[in-house]
Antibody
Framework: EVQLVESGGGLVQPGGSLKLSCAAS????????LHWVRQASGKGLEWVGR??????????TYAASVRGRFTISRDDSKNTAFLQMNSLKTEDTAVYYC???????????WGQGTMVTVSS | QSVLTQPPSASGTPGQRVTISCSGS????????VNWYQQLPGTAPKLLIY???QRPSGVPDRFSGSKSGTSASLAISGLQSEDEADYYC???????????FGTGTRVTVL
């Protein structure tokens, strides 16, 4: 079955860190770019960032709101991508999804999401 | 703050046609293809339309997409109760070098 499964969400204090994982199965993970998207409760979708494949040197790009605080990485041997979140703020509270980029930047596979709550 | 603007809501009775607009700019919609996502309540988004007007396998043909200049549209013909969801347009933005989502439109079936 083609799927992405996120894990690692939870409650963290402002200023803290958290690392999310996105485990892939059912497709050639190493050849795919992976994106992270978040959604605060009752709000719309917000793109967080992406990591490209090895053929494009694992290049990363981030939204301005997380640049310098979040880092995306991947381990192709484990079919897993990661989102390292540092210096967390209350406004980072959201459900975080990972998604595979398909043709023309269409995100054709999504995970079920993992909740991150930043609160004291 | 999203750079793609959608109406916050749209509605129709079963069987009607509903259209959702998505307004962008030369650096996103005009320069790149538009994708549409459907998000049913409490679930992850799902790809509905890609490359402006293509439907992934399994998406009913009552969903259609179009693009002209800096705007795009999603049409739902023969509206059904299961179409009640939030809909988002999206595209890559060449100036910001980020992927941008629309503000989202909630479709209600009356």
């Amino acid at each position: 079955e083609v799927q992405l499964v996120e894990s690692g969400g939870g409650l963290v204090q402002p200023g803290g860190s958290l690392k999310l994982s996105c485990a892939a199965s059912g497709f050639t993970f190493s050849g795919s770019a992976l994106h992270w998207v978040r959604q605060a409760s009752g709000k719309g979708l917000e793109w967080v960032g992406r990591i490209r494949s090895k053929t494009t040197t694992y290049a990363t790009t981030y939204a301005a709101s997380v640049r310098g605080r979040f880092t995306i990485s991947r381990d192709d041997s484990k079919n897993t991508a990661f989102l390292q979140m540092n210096s967390l703020k209350t406004e980072d509270t959201a459900v975080y999804y990972c998604a595979r980029r398909g043709l023309n930047y269409a995100f054709d596979i999504w995970g079920q999401g993992t909740m991150v709550t930043v609160s004291s | 703050q999203s750079v793609l603007t959608q109406p916050p809501s749209a509605s129709g009775t079963p069987g009607q046609r509903v259209t959702i607009s998505c307004s962008g700019s030369s650096s996103n919609i005009e320069s790149n293809t538009v994708n549409w996502y459907q998000q049913l309540p409490g679930t992850a988004p799902k790809l509905l339309i890609y490359s402006n007007n293509q439907r992934p396998s399994g998406v009913p043909d009552r969903f259609s997409g179009s693009k002209s200049g800096t705007s795009a549209s999603l049409a739902i013909s023969g509206l059904q109760s299961e179409d009640e969801a939030d809909y988002y347009c999206a595209a890559w933005d060449d100036s910001l070098n980020v992927y941008v989502f629309g503000t989202g439109t909630r479709v209600t079936v009356l």
